[in-house]
């Protein structure tokens, strides 16, 4: 496949609103494709590489110093110099990186250069992410979309699945499976407007404390143990401690679910951002350890000596999680069908200094990957987690800074962010100047006092309550709202969704 042919099929993507024809696009497509792989990974904006060390300036100077060609230039042609630009190191190497970007720009279309730069810099968000690529996969192959989504909680990456399933078919796909030192997405939660309304939807309920840590996926086998973050970034050398405790575990195989957290000397939590400094932490980390230890507490047990748990409902998975962890390391919980035993739990967390609650079902699976109903979060005070899609320029005593903020949510059919208000509250001085600096790494457009930025980074917004709205397209609009931290360990795509806003806003409408 050429780059040519690919870059038609994102522009035909982003350009339809129906899934049905995003996915008959892109099944058409994963079936031409030599190389399926970098179809899913290149629609999905990410690199086989990672990171090739080409920067937002270095591509803007490769497009300056080439003018646009008309070669089809093949997709494995592409793939190879990108190898080759991230294979450049040592002296000279910047220069050498950018003449061999320039060269590739020179031989392609405009369409083909925007889609490229934007697939270095990370701008390209379109209707064909994960979400459409799944079923685009399972179009192409014809496997059940299920068996295609399975697949991929359990890969944490859409394109070996894409590949095992076009190119070996559907038993292939049973080599996704758990296994300790490979890391799975993690189940996520949605928000409940309060306890009542949990506890009403689940019944009786495990409640567990919802600490304001780090989430933390905890492998074990044997001796070797392996440290993964939400994002599933292995952090293993960053917490020593933690990989000290976890051998000492009562398992000689062992996947835990869990949270790391900064406590102080009264054991209550110091803020997440002091959590933070010891996962952006990489050198110095014995000195760290002595100056601010962590405390790790699990919540889970995915899998323990052999046995997988996923499709295990809660109450067996809690059952070998008792079994091999520590109580002292296992969150505070409390197993209740009762609301105002649940209030009293609820009270007694806040008392602890943490956020809320976590409602369970106890007949819940772990579903990898998705945010299901079977768990719920309840906060102190309403809190969603947003993008960012744009900045206005402030006034007065923050002029020269970008203050007002444009808040989005995803969609859940198109994948597109969907705008929910503004806000300028809850930020400092530190805070103004680090976002107008981030803001204008990420600018897109200008329009007028508005700087439209590429929507990748993510903030907690606390707000009052969601009204209807006929403002926004949404039709909903956040009240009161207002910034309480950026979510530096989220990515764009684990925002909440329109349809979660939603659900918060039927709830308030009673």
Known sequence: ???????????????????????ALLGDCLRAAGSPSLVVNYLSGTLPQGRIGVGPAMVRDALNDSKPGDEQVPLADVDA?????????????????????????????????????????????????????????AEASGIETDRIRR?????????????????????????????PLKAIRPMLAQPSESIADAMSDLGTAALQYKMDGARIQVHKRGDEVRIF????????????????????????????????????????????????????????????????????????????????????????????????????????????????????????AFDDGHEGLMAKSLTSTYMAGNRGADWRKIKQVHTLDLVIIAAEWGSGRRKGWLSNLHLAARDDETDEFVMLGKTFKGLTDKTLKWQTDAFLEREVSREEHVVHVRPELVVEIAVNDIQESQQYPAGMALRFARVKRYRKDKAPNEADTVSTVRQLFEAGRG
């Open 1 to 23: 496949m050429t780059l040519s042919e690919l870059v038609n099929v994102s522009t035909a993507v982003s350009k339809t609103r129906s899934r049905l024809k995003k996915r």
């Open 151 to 179: 697949a991929v909680m359990l890969a944490a990456d859409p394109a070996p699945v894409a590949v095992a399933a076009l190119v070996d078919g559907e038993q292939a796909l049973d080599q996704f499976r758990v296994e």
């Open 229 to 348: 973050t939400r994002q599933l970034h292995d952090v293993t050398s960053r917490l020593p401690e933690i990989v000290d405790r976890v051998r000492e575990m009562a398992a000689d195989t062992l996947i835990l679910d869990g949270e790391a957290i900064a406590l102080g000397k009264d054991n209550r939590p110091l803020p997440f951002q002091v959590t933070m400094r010891r996962f952006g932490r990489s050198s110095d980390v014995a000195d760290m350890v002595n100056k601010l230890p962590m405390s790790d507490f699990y919540f889970d047990c995915l899998y323990a000596d052999g046995a997988e748990l996923i499709d295990e409902p809660l109450s067996e998975r809690q059952r070998a999680l008792d079994t091999v962890v520590p109580e002292a390391s296992r969150i505070p919980q409390c197993i209740s069908d009762d609301e105002r035993e649940a209030a009293e739990f609820l009270a007694r």
């Open 81 to 137: 110099l990108f190898t080759t630009i991230a294979d450049a190191s040592g002296s000279g190497s910047t220069k050498a990186k950018r003449e061999l970007l320039a060269g590739l720009f020179g031989r392609i279309t405009d369409d083909e250069r925007r889609f490229l730069a934007g697939l270095l810099t990370g701008e390209i968000r379109q209707g064909a992410l994960e979400g459409v690529l799944i079923e685009g996969i």
